[in-house]
């Protein structure tokens, strides 16, 4: 794993999800591709939204967007796939976690949950990386499931997951 993901988010998929103080909002998955998915205001409450964006200085509103993008190669035998998540308005921490997963008849998970980097910034890129050979060498498509987190200010924990949304991988030789 590796900080500075590139995610190209016209193919990327998305959710947005957010806390007003009192309860949390989560959007469905969203396409990338769709201009009108990439406008919180589109899936949440116009409350948390106009909230959010004034919640800069105090308050408890916060919203997140979790980009995932394609799977590609890294080097001959792995493959990487990066996360990007925006975050505005009072929050303490985000972070994202990924988890590889292959299409062997069904989609199963080929990696344990792997914890992407913490930081208090509004933007968190991250790379992640699964080897083709593990856990046994084998012609193999991936995809990358993730799930986005913040800290709010009052030290609420809120996830906004991209686990399922439409497969976009590739093979891994």
Known sequence: MSEGAEVDQTTAELVHFGYDGEQVYNSPVLDGADPKAQDPANW?????????????????SFICTLWVGQVVAHTTGSDKGGTSQDCTGSFRTQWTNGQFATDNGGWHRVTGSIVGPRTSKQNNDTTFYVNCKSPVPSDRKHRLEARGYAIAKDGTEVRGDLLYGKAKSRRCL
């Open 44 to 60: 949440l409450p116009d409350s948390l939204v106009n909230e959010s964006q004034r919640a800069l200085a105090a308050g408890d």
